[in-house]
């Protein structure tokens, strides 16, 4: 199996569970929704980082912005690292 295809699944996975995520978030708390975040999305990224290449970084980002951006609603027009922070 090539990288590409394990790649573009772990990124699938992560934006389905984000979509679900999604979904469910008012019925939860932040530390809850943050909780769930990490647990069904960061592994899932952390994979996909140690085997892409660095030119499709800005995908990975794109999945934690939208993460963040799920946990911390509030925060909608910053990015995860400036949220964060």
């Known amino acids: 199996m090539n990288n590409f295809c394990v790649e573009s699944g772990a990124l ?12 469910i978030r008012p019925a939860l708390t932040e530390s809850m929704a943050g909780s769930l975040g990490a647990s069904l999305v960061q592994s899932r990224l952390d994979y996909a980082n140690s085997i892409m290449s660095a030119s499709n970084m800005h995908k990975l980002q794109s999945v934690q912005n939208s993460l963040t951006r ?9 990015s995860a690292s400036e949220q964060l922070s």
């Open 12 to 23: 699938t996975y992560s934006h389905v569970k984000l979509s679900a995520l999604r979904h």
């Open 70 to 78: 799920v946990v911390l609603p509030c925060l909608c027009n910053l």
